[in-house]
């Protein structure tokens, strides 16, 4: 079954393992730039920043990004999810501008001290921010999907580049780089929209609040998402300090980058889950993706533990050795994030948007209490085990709401049937050649 416009969800998915390919090298080579350049201290200041706008843009979009997919897969206008978000965006950038004025008034400059700073960064950043996350939820609605992916490649190679032109100045740069990373492509996709201006159609507000409603509602899904990988960092600065945040980032960082596979497919599962209309379809490919992720991560993850020892130390630096040690404790959440990404995505497209808040709310409470208890007693490596211990709760939650919508239980281990499953999709594909409107991978074999 296809997913509106555009190719299949198996192409789309193969589509973008292929950006993501790409985006774990840019996310790698911006890693080791900042960390060569700017010593643990500055990667610390990074990690921080990132961590509080990873938090900031689900909760002032109101989830518009995730709106627009679910909107458009249903057949929306396209004309009014596209103003709503140009409207919303605009009116985050006002506040956004009045905060930072306010911010220069207060100081009589730029702030020097760092909090202050970071909090004047993320008021100039965060409308951009919000601006390119709802293009890219617009673009991945309508199933363009090598746009939707290419926003976000734009982004990490504009970061790439400012990193290594501006980051001579010191460790503060990695503020500025990280502004320029999102309006840089921001004002590109505004330029490119403004021909389509004179056919804007002010949005209904029937569909604003359905909009809204649903964005609200589906957010809180992904701000715990994010929260459940940013919110540590914001409790445990203050008793490990700048450095050992360093050290923890990259750490994580390096870990994450695994999970990116499920969490890319987890985007394309949303739309092709809510454009089924039985569900029957993208419970198949939910299961054989899942399978496949689990597969494919645990060989990536085992490759790691047997490398990593040497390999971050020689990209990083010796004063990144100590992360190692964190690397190995985080390698079982790439499974586990990856897996809840697919299966929180499916159950959100089908519209069982509370169990998953119930699940995400679960793990965030568990971290709240025992992230700074692990700080304070092991440091940022018992805040490492900690990400693990609230991971697995959020997955078996998870899995149960699954259990529960679909009445079918989940199966975990790749085999025989899947390969056959996927090599016959596979061989159909090079045979037809590229893929086009309406094109869907084959179903797997009975059993």
Known sequence: MSVGRGHSFGTNVLISFVFTAGLMGLAFSNSVV???????????????????????????????????????????????????????????????????????????????????????????????????ENTRGFFLGRNQVVRYNGVQASTASVLLLANVTLLGWGPKAVLLTLGLAYWVPALGMLLGHLPHVARAVWPRRAFVNGSLGYGARATGSHLIEVMLYRL?????????????????SVADQIAGMLS??????????????????????????????????LLVVGLGSLALAATGWWIVPA????????????????????????????????????????????????????????????????????????????????????VRAYTEESGEAMRWIFDAQDYRALRAWLTARLRRGPAGPGDAPPPPPSP
């Open 34 to 132: 900042v960390a060569r350049m700017v010593g643990a201290e500055g990667r610390g200041l990074y990690a921080l920043a990132v961590a509080i706008l990873g938090i900031l843009v689900p909760l002032v979009n109101f989830g518009l990004g995730l709106s627009s997919i679910w909107s458009l897969g249903r057949g929306e206008s396209p004309g009014e999810v596209s103003s709503l978000n140009h409207l919303w965006s605009a009116l985050v950038l006002i506040v956004g501008a009045a905060l930072a004025g306010a911010g220069v008034w207060w100081f009589h400059g730029l702030p020097e001290a760092e909090w202050a700073l970071v909090a004047f960064s993320l008021a100039v950043t965060t409308p951009a921010a919000v601006y390119v």
């Open 315 to 398: 990209v990083f630096g010796e004063e990144f050795r100590a992360s190692v040690l964190g690397l190995m404790i985080l390698l079982p959440n790439a499974l586990s994030r990856g897996a809840n990404g697919l299966i929180s995505a499916h159950l959100i497209g089908r519209n069982v948007i509370r169990p998953v808040l119930i699940a995400g709310s679960v793990a965030v409470v568990m971290m709240l209490v025992l992230s700074p208890l692990a700080a304070l007693v092991f440091g940022w490596l018992g805040v490492a085990a900690v990400r693990g211990i609230v991971m697995s709760a959020q997955l078996a939650l998870n």
């Open 260 to 293: 990116l596979v499920g969490l890319v497919a987890g985007r394309m599962m949303l739309a092709q889950s809510a454009s089924d209309p039985t569900g029957e379809t993208s419970r198949r490919k939910l299961g054989l993706s899942v399978r496949t992720l």
């Open 232 to 248: 540590d960092y914001l409790l445990v600065t203050p008793i490990v300090g700048m450095a050992a945040i360093g050290m923890f």
